[in-house]
Nanobody, 126 residues
Framework: QVQLVESGGGLVQAGGSLRLSCAASVRTLSTYGMGWFRQAPGKERVFVAGISRSGGRSYHADSVKGRFTISRDNAKNTVYLQMNSLTPEDTAVYYC???????????????????WGQGTQVTVSS
């Protein structure tokens, strides 16, 4: 069983930055591909960014490309989401997720992920 705990959310002004962290309670995080999703009020949860097991591959949704960066530190069992140039449209609960695959791939669909964190709130004021 994998437990994921997100942190780093909060209230920030438009144009500001936040870095989310996701700590995983696993022996070896490098066996899991990781992703970030978000759910805005009244909307469905959507993919934000994903990173492969090794960290060699990553993918960001068009809505955040160039502003957000996913990264991972397998030695620390932690995944990060650096968020810059935030806008009110980025306001959402952000979820960290993990998927167990033998391939070094990036997963972008919710159904591909096996474990989820509880989420952390990000609020961007205008």
């Amino acid at each position: 069983q994998v437990q994921l705990v997100e942190s780093g959310g909060g209230l920030v002004q438009a144009g500001g930055s936040l870095r989310l962290s996701c700590a995983a309670s696993v022996r070896t995080l490098s066996t899991y591909g990781m992703g970030w999703f978000r759910q805005a009020p009244g909307k469905e949860r959507v993919f934000v960014a994903g990173i492969s097991r090794s960290g060699g591959r990553s993918y960001h949704a068009d809505s955040v490309k160039g502003r957000f960066t996913i990264s991972r530190d397998n030695a620390k069992n932690t995944v990060y989401l650096q968020m810059n140039s935030l806008t009110p449209e980025d306001t959402a609960v952000y979820y960290c997720a993990a998927h167990y695959r033998s391939l070094d791939i990036v997963a972008m669909a919710e159904y591909e992920y096996d474990y989820w964190g509880q989420g952390t709130q990000v609020t961007v004021s205008s």
